[in-house]
């Protein structure tokens, strides 16, 4: 999705630069990565780096990639940033969002469907964020996983900002 989006923004695709947005964070959602105190991005990036390392992929390399997946959920920001980061977060925007859907062609769409079918993928992937981040709802504080929580688990009670500047140590 990362290419074909990438390709859809008018971006130049350096092949084997770009990774399908739905697999890079994964790890993270899983038992065998998960962690309950950090966000799942960064146990994501964390085991992804682990790998590179493993296979002698060191320095700027595995630092890059870190942060493409790290940042794969936040807005904006890393679509200023080089390349491959900004690519992973259009890939991830393209298949989980729609972001960018008419960008792309009907025949990239299908290709990229052909070679990696979606069954029932909008229930799936709300079904594996909520799996991978219901043991951590304090990682959920101020972007969209909190969403997720808030529609599938019974109870979440999301973190305020307002409140938590509100209710500072600091005195006035």
């Known amino acids: ?9 008018g971006g130049a695709v350096r092949p084997g630069a ?23 991005e960064i146990d994501g990036a964390d085991e992804a780096r ?4 493993a296979h002698g992929v060191t320095g700027e390399a595995a630092d ?3 942060t493409a997946i790290a940042l794969h959920t936040t807005p904006e920001i890393p679509l200023h940033m080089p390349g491959e980061i900004a690519l992973v977060t259009r890939g ?9 859907y008419d960008a792309v062609s009907e025949e990239q769409r299908a290709a990229v ?10 229930n799936r992937i709300l079904a594996a964020f909520t799996e991978g981040i219901r043991d ?4 959920t ?12 688990v019974p109870g979440f009670v999301r973190g305020d900002f307002v409140e938590v500047i509100r209710n500072s140590a600091w005195p006035e």
């Open 92 to 100: 991830v925007e393209l298949d989980v969002l729609g972001i960018g």
């Open 1 to 9: 999705m990362g290419s074909a989006a990438g390709a859809g923004a």
């Open 113 to 122: 469907v052909a070679a990696h079918p979606r069954p029932d993928f909008k």
């Open 18 to 40: 770009a990774l399908r947005g739905r697999d890079v964070p994964r790890p993270g959602l899983t038992e065998r990565y998960r962690r309950t105190d950090q966000r799942f």
């Open 50 to 53: 682990r790998f590179l390392h």
């Open 64 to 66: 890059r990639v870190w």
């Open 136 to 139: 951590r709802p304090e990682t």
């Open 141 to 152: 504080f101020g972007n969209v996983k909190a969403d997720v929580l808030a529609h599938f």
